[in-house]
């Protein structure tokens, strides 16, 4: 939990969701590290998601921006040798796992657990999250389903209608105005309510 501790609390220099953001970072590395090990033969994780069809849609598009197309190459002609193999015939059979998901789904549910321990037992983390920073809507409601205390979860919708207060002000006033008229921040404001209420990077894990 300690790592993960100092992985919050530094995070909360940034403006962003903290959980957001260090998903985000966990993902990219777990798609690094697999772009390359895909075009390897005998990696037994490799072999794995072949087994079970490779990654959802999303991380499958990832994988292909991130990757050396003749290398990922690789990997396609062994998934496509073992769809035809043993599934093509049985198409009650084509139903895709994700790793990857599972993997960031479980490294969420240990960030949600740090950020709500954390939040209850340090009154300096507690003060500079009021101060600076808010969770977006998925994880803060993640963050209500901990056992953290209801006087803190009070606390944290309560900072979280003050922020939403402040954007809807901030549009208010940007709906009134030529665009040439508007401030940057009132013209950033539509992207941040949306980054606010649905996640930062608009992956499937911050649904």
């Known amino acids: ?6 992985l919050i609390i ?3 220099s940034e403006e962003c969701c903290p959980i957001c953001s260090l998903l985000g970072k966990y993902e990219f590395n777990l798609m690094a590290n697999l772009q ?6 005998g990696n037994l994780e490799v072999e794995k998601i ?7 849609n999303y991380h499958f598009h990832m994988l292909f921006k991130m990757s050396n197309p003749q290398h990922l190459s690789k990997f396609l002609i ?14 009650e059979l084509w139903e895709r796992k994700c790793s990857v998901c599972d993997l960031i789904d479980n490294r969420t549910q240990e960030l949600i657990l740090g950020f709500s321990q954390i939040y209850q037992s340090e009154a300096m983390f507690r003060e500079k999250f009021q101060k600076n ?12 389903a901990t056992n953290i205390s209801q006087n803190f979860k009070d606390e944290l919708l309560s900072h979280h209608k ?5 954007f809807g002000t901030i549009m208010s006033s ?3 105005k030529r665009y040439t008229e508007a401030e940057g921040e009132e013209r950033q404001s539509p992207l941040l309510v949306i980054q606010l209420m649905v996640g930062f990077h608009g992956t499937r894990w911050s649904k």
């Open 1 to 6: 939990m300690d790592l993960n501790r100092d």
């Open 10 to 12: 530094k995070q909360l």
């Open 36 to 41: 390359w090990d895909v075009g390897e033969q």
């Open 50 to 56: 072949i087994r079970e069809q490779g990654f959802c």
């Open 78 to 91: 062994r998934y496509i040798n073992d769809f035809i193999r043993s599934k093509l015939a049985q198409p």
């Open 133 to 144: 920073r808010l969770l977006c809507l998925p994880h803060l409601q993640q963050i209500m």
């Open 162 to 166: 003050e922020v939403l207060n402040v």
């Open 174 to 176: 940007f709906v009134n």
